[in-house]
């Protein structure tokens, strides 16, 4: 196989990785989101204030695009460098990609009964932050291992 259709084929790799944490990033934003809507909602029922800080909970997992860009970005770098190693970036951003995107789906889950449970309490908000960080661990893991493992 000619050298430039296996670095296309290992290119696709890259693709993979940043696109499946992205449909991760958006499931948990989204799971997130409406969460927090509804805690909003709540809120507004009861002539509370709508805490603003539950965007934060929202936003949280779109950090594995950013992770998933960056695995992308290194294997744009080894598919070019070796392209006869395709099959290594395509399996390297696929399953990158995927491990990333469960964990923002996953941070997303945390993130709606973070929202939840702060706009009833208005406390707690240091002690959601570590866990939807314990959640995002996963996917810097992964970015890292896959990353030297492809060097």
């Given at each position: 196989?000619e ?7 290992g ?7 940043v ?6 990033s958006a ?7 409406m969460?927090a ?15 603003f ?5 929202v ?10 860009m ?16 395709f ?39 240091g ?20 990353g030297?493992?492809?060097?």
């Amino acid at each position: 196989m000619e050298a430039e259709v296996m670095a296309g084929l290992g290119r696709m790799g890259a693709a993979a990785s940043v696109a499946l944490a992205a449909v991760g990033s958006a499931l948990g934003a989204g799971v997130a989101g409406m969460a927090a809507v509804g805690a909003w909602k709540k809120c507004f029922a009861q002539n509370k204030a709508a805490p603003f800080i539950l965007v934060t909970f929202v936003g949280a997992p779109l950090s594995q695009t950013i992770y998933g860009m960056i695995l992308m970005n290194n294997i744009v770098k080894a598919a070019a460098e070796t392209p006869a190693m395709f099959w290594s970036m395509i399996g390297a951003g696929i399953f990158g990609g995927l491990a990333m995107g469960v964990s923002a789906w996953y941070q997303g889950k945390v993130g709606a009964g973070a929202a939840d449970a702060m706009a009833e309490t208005g406390k707690g908000f240091g002690n959601y932050l570590m866990a939807l960080g314990i959640v995002e661990t996963v996917a810097l893991f992964v970015m890292v291992f896959i990353g030297n493992a492809i060097k």
